[in-house]
């Protein structure tokens, strides 16, 4: 709800978007569990009038009720369309409150419900802006044919100034979680749920919880889901939608969170076949991943897959701006080209020993999502 507000204008600039438009930029942002990211493209000679607006938006915000609640209305419309109108729309509000019982990851960015949107008071969203959104709880990132000196200089001319004297600085709120009573507490036993919905064809969802983004293990589970399913030559696809047909569409992939995520693997069921025989299948694969070696020539393939994409991905500026910050946020002294040694450095004995560890029936929650 805050991303939108922040471009209903602050107390010295009405109009946010005109400027960006003006200067020949385009802007937007986006929101996950962890974060929000705001950026803008923008030729290099009005690159100032970029630090001007995010500086002036991050230090006088101007909420009204209005905007409020013109902006609450459109994010409870996003929420209908994306998750309450749309067939499967409520999968991961489903699964997460099946595997998380205490971290809040347990519902989605959005909201559990649209309560919580329709709920927030201008006092709460005014508390949560003046408490997260300074300088020192911000990383910025500039990419494009500009100084490291000169990005230095306006970030100081811009930012510089803005203080947090209101509140202390959350600034790290994994420490909190990692130190706190919101770690999610080690799961004993697998967890079921059923759900009946107006949809075209069952769907199976299962899953495991892993890492959190700071460890090797993350890196491991990212190429696992890889093996699984990346491609037509995946093991997941072969199996059990090219032979076996138990499947019409079969995905594996890793939250891609800070803290401890998951692993998911869903898929939508071939007409007569039955939950259990499909769940059963991938339980195989699996076993499969745990007790056997992974050839050479098939890790190869997805480490060498996983560093073409990446370093494809890191051309276009924008995702390197993206990747450069979120790197920054894990901090380590991370760098692209570590993050490539990270994934390149697997071992045939990390996927095992890491399929071992969590893919195990008390590590995994499981949700039957039938078409009525």
């Not at 004993?188 to 919880?209: C, D, G, Q, W």
């Not at 891609?256 to 869903?266: E, H, K, N, P, W």
Request: hydrophobic share 35%; glycine share 4%; proline share 3%.
């Amino acid at each position: 709800l805050l991303e939108h507000l922040m471009f209903e204008g602050s107390v010295n600039i009405p109009n946010y978007d005109i400027h960006v438009q003006l200067a020949g930029g385009e802007n937007n942002a986006w929101t996950n569990n962890d974060l929000t990211n705001y950026y803008i493209t923008i030729p290099k000679n009005n690159v100032e009038t970029a630090f001007w607006l995010e500086s002036d938006r991050m230090l006088g915000l101007a909420l009204t009720e209005q905007s409020i609640k013109v902006q609450k209305e459109v994010v409870i419309e996003e929420f209908k369309q994306h998750h309450l109108n749309r067939p499967y729309g409520d999968v991961q509000h489903l699964i997460r409150s099946i595997a998380y019982k205490v971290h809040p990851y347990r519902w989605p960015t959005i909201g559990l419900c649209t309560e919580h949107i329709e709920q927030a008071t201008r006092d709460s969203i005014m508390q949560f802006y003046h408490r997260y959104y300074t300088p020192d709880n911000a990383i910025l990132s500039v990419v494009g044919n500009i100084s490291f000196d000169e990005v230095v200089r306006m970030a100081e001319k811009w930012f510089g100034t803005i203080g947090n004297e209101a509140t202390p600085s959350p600034c790290c709120t994994r420490r909190y979680i990692k130190g706190g009573h919101l770690t999610e507490p080690e799961q004993k036993r697998i967890r079921r749920k059923t759900v009946y919905r107006h949809v075209p064809s069952n769907m199976l969802v299962m899953a495991f919880h892993m890492s959190d983004r700071y460890q090797q293990e993350y890196h491991v589970c990212d190429l696992i889901t890889d093996i699984l399913s990346a491609g037509q030559s995946s093991r997941l696809i072969q199996h059990l939608i090219n032979t076996r047909k138990l499947f019409t569409s079969l995905d594996a992939y890793i939250q891609g969170s800070l803290d401890a995520g998951l692993l998911y693997i869903m898929g939508r069921l071939s007409d007569g076949v039955t939950f259990e025989e499909a769940e059963q299948a991938v339980w195989h694969e699996l076993d499969t991943l745990k007790h056997t070696t992974v050839p050479d020539e098939e890790l190869n393939k997805v480490r060498n897959r996983s560093e073409s994409e990446r370093t494809l991905n890191n051309i276009n500026y924008l995702n390197r701006a993206t990747n450069l910050a979120q790197l920054e946020l894990i901090g380590q002294d991370s760098t692209f080209a570590d993050e490539l040694t990270r994934y390149c450095s697997v071992t045939t004995e990390d996927i095992k020993h890491t399929s071992r560890k969590i893919f195990t029936k008390k590590n995994c929650s499981v949700l039957y999502y039938k078409k009525r």
